[in-house]
């Protein structure tokens, strides 16, 4: 069964600091893809990034970077120089291609807080 | 930009009533699902609804929910007799017939449903 953990449930840090935000999936499919949403205290979802299982090679955008290890199952999420704008809740999901809907399968979120 | 919106922002209905939120997906998009997130938890998929029918539904969307696409814009969600655990943001989301569902999927800003 499909399943997606993010082990920590918050996180606080210090303007400038780096972070890195972990998440763990387990799927049976060889074909998936994992995502990254961010939920800004507004409330709305998101799009940060989306991997398939095919492509392991590292991603940056800006300050931000994604690490994805097929060998461990996991997809991390690093945000460099964290800045106050970044506090949020901070979903890592999970779809299949052997899933005819694709749904997402979210992990139940990691909260930063980043303090001036 | 196009994005996914829906209405009403802030639904506060008793328990008992019949409720429909109410979506408007991005206009090309051909998959469209709700989710919902209870306060403070993860985001949960409900349904996924592709070509005019019903492509997969968890174990939440009981007899008490349904789906409908009454017209060529608007994508609906009805609970027929809400209870107090149906509380929670709602989310609308639509992807791209081009890119596949496996890309991207588009959230709207959610609809938040109280019961009292």
């Known amino acids: 069964a499909q399943k997606v953990t993010q082990a920590q449930t918050e996180i606080s840090v210090v303007e400038k600091e780096d972070v890195t935000l972990d998440c763990v999936y387990e799927t049976r499919d060889t074909t998936y893809y994992l995502f990254w949403y961010k939920q800004p205290p507004s409330g709305e979802l998101v799009f940060l990034i989306r991997?398939?299982?095919?492509?392991?090679q590292n991603e940056i955008s800006g300050r931000y970077s994604w690490n994805f290890q097929k060998s461990t199952s996991s997809f991390n999420f690093t945000i460099t120089a964290s800045q106050v704008v970044d506090s949020a809740v901070y979903f890592c999901a999970l779809s299949e291609q052997g899933d005819s809907s694709y749904k997402l399968i979210f992990g139940s979120g990691t909260r930063l807080l980043v303090r001036p | 930009e196009p994005e996914v919106t829906q209405t009403p922002s802030h639904q506060v209905t008793q328990m008992g009533q019949e409720v429909i939120l109410r979506c408007v997906p991005i206009?090309?998009?051909?998959?469209f699902y709700w989710y919902r997130q209870i306060l403070g938890q993860k985001v949960e998929f409900l349904v996924s609804?592709?070509?005019?029918?019903?492509?997969?539904k968890s174990e939440i969307f009981d007899d008490q929910f349904s789906v409908e696409r009454p017209d060529g814009s608007n994508f609906t969600l009805k609970i027929r007799s809400t209870k107090l655990e149906d509380s929670a943001m709602y989310f609308c989301?639509?992807?791209?017939?081009?890119?596949?569902?496996?890309?991207?999927?588009?959230f709207g800003p959610g609809t938040r449903l109280t019961v009292t």
């Open positions: 991997r398939n299982s095919f492509d392991e």
């Open positions: 989301a639509s992807s791209d017939p081009v890119r596949g569902p496996s890309y991207e999927q588009y």
């Open positions: 206009s090309n998009h051909l998959y």
């Open positions: 609804f592709y070509n005019n029918e019903i492509s997969e």
